[in-house]
């Protein structure tokens, strides 16, 4: 079965302290993984897509990189304003564009 | 440019009643999919329309649930007669090519089942 896993669920961050989330997958057939990030009552916003391992994204304070089981989303440096809830989600070659999201990970970064 | 529009915001109705969610998609995107999210559980394809054309729903729950995208615009989504698990988020995004990654989100409806 498709599964999308991330870790951890919550991590809380001093100013400045920099760390990394994890998301790991088991797809039949991967056509592209996404990271988003969600603000309390918004919806998703697009972050990066990555479509084949060793590719890596920048953006600001972020970078993502993606291995054939995982991807990982670094946080350089953050500041209060990246606390959110990251999501990552897998789009899987079924003929359609099914998209199967991870269950997230809260990030609080405190000044 | 307007982003993708979701009305209503939030929907408080009993059980067994109908309830109808809208969702606009940005001008000239073709493709729109629904998703939701119920309480503690992650974001769950429902389904995707290219145009008017559903191009896959096989995340729909049940037949409880009918979508629609009449004339490749904006789309409804209709719970006949809802249920109390069919409470939670419900998110639409669109984007302008089929499979895009870059689709964009609406800020959802809350849909509460009493």
């Known amino acids: 079965e498709d599964q999308v896993t991330q870790s951890p669920e919550a991590l809380r961050l001093q100013e400045g302290e920099s760390s990394s989330l994890n998301c790991s997958y088991t797809?039949?057939?991967?056509?592209?993984l996404f990271w988003y990030r969600q603000d309390p009552g918004k919806g998703p916003e697009f972050l990066f897509t990555l479509y084949s391992a060793g590719e890596e994204k920048e953006k600001e304070r972020l970078k993502a990189t993606l291995t054939k089981k995982e991807s990982f989303l670094h946080i350089t440096a953050p500041k209060p304003e990246d606390s959110a809830t990251y999501l990552c989600?897998?789009?899987?070659?079924?003929?359609?564009?099914?998209?199967?999201f991870g269950a997230g990970t809260r990030l609080f970064v405190k000044a | 440019e307007a982003g993708v529009t979701q009305f209503p915001s939030h929907s408080v109705i009993e059980k067994g009643q109908t309830v109808t969610l809208r969702c606009d998609p940005i001008?000239?995107?073709?493709?729109l999919y629904w998703y939701r999210r119920v309480m503690g559980k992650e974001i769950k394809f429902l389904l995707h329309f290219v145009k008017e054309s559903k191009q896959d729903e096989s995340g729909m729950p049940n037949n409880r649930f009918l979508a629609e995208r009449t004339g490749g615009t904006y789309s409804t989504l209709k719970v006949q007669p809802a249920e109390l698990e069919d409470s939670g988020v419900y998110f639409c995004?669109?984007?302008?090519?089929?499979?895009?990654?870059?689709?964009?989100f609406g800020p959802g409806t809350r849909l509460t089942v009493t």
């Open positions: 001008s000239g995107h073709d493709n």
């Open positions: 989600a897998v789009q899987v070659n079924t003929g359609g564009f099914k998209t199967i």
């Open positions: 995004a669109s984007s302008s090519r089929q499979g895009s990654t870059w689709q964009y």
């Open positions: 797809v039949s057939g991967l056509r592209g």
